[in-house]
């Protein structure tokens, strides 16, 4: 019996599937691993001043002083729901810059809520002052 010698060898070819395992593997850590967020103080009062050429007594605060809508619109009490206040506070100056500042403790949305209610109802600049200590 003759050995057919003349049949080349079979290459075994390179399986990818590890490869691809391993890159998806990496890619996972990485994006587990990594923070996508850059965090920058941003003073708005100032580019407020800087745009507008505002005198202090332009900007009118309402501060927010908890998540259930209770606010401090320039000395006069209100609650968020209260749309007819709202709307005659900012009537009385609808061109000043509208400082939104909230205590410490109130979450982003109710603070998000009240600039978009302003906003609704007539005030042209709202500025979101920052957070009371």
Do not use: C
Request: glycine fraction near 4%.
């Amino acid at each position: 019996m003759q050995l057919d010698q003349s049949a080349q060898r079979r290459r075994r070819a390179i399986s990818l599937t590890p490869l691809i395992d391993v890159v998806f593997i990496l890619l996972l850590f990485f994006m587990l691993s990594s923070n996508f967020m850059h965090w920058r103080q941003v003073n708005l009062s100032s580019a407020t001043h800087a745009q507008l050429e505002l005198d202090p007594k332009d900007i009118r605060v309402v501060r927010m002083l908890d998540d259930n809508g209770t606010l401090n619109f320039d000395g006069v009490d209100l609650l968020l729901s209260n749309e007819e206040g709202l709307r005659q506070q900012i009537a009385m100056d609808i061109e000043a810059v509208y400082a939104i500042e909230v205590e410490e403790g109130v979450m982003t949305q109710s603070m998000i809520t009240l600039l978009d209610k302003l906003k609704q109802l007539g005030a042209t600049h709202v500025s979101l002052a920052g957070v009371l200590p």
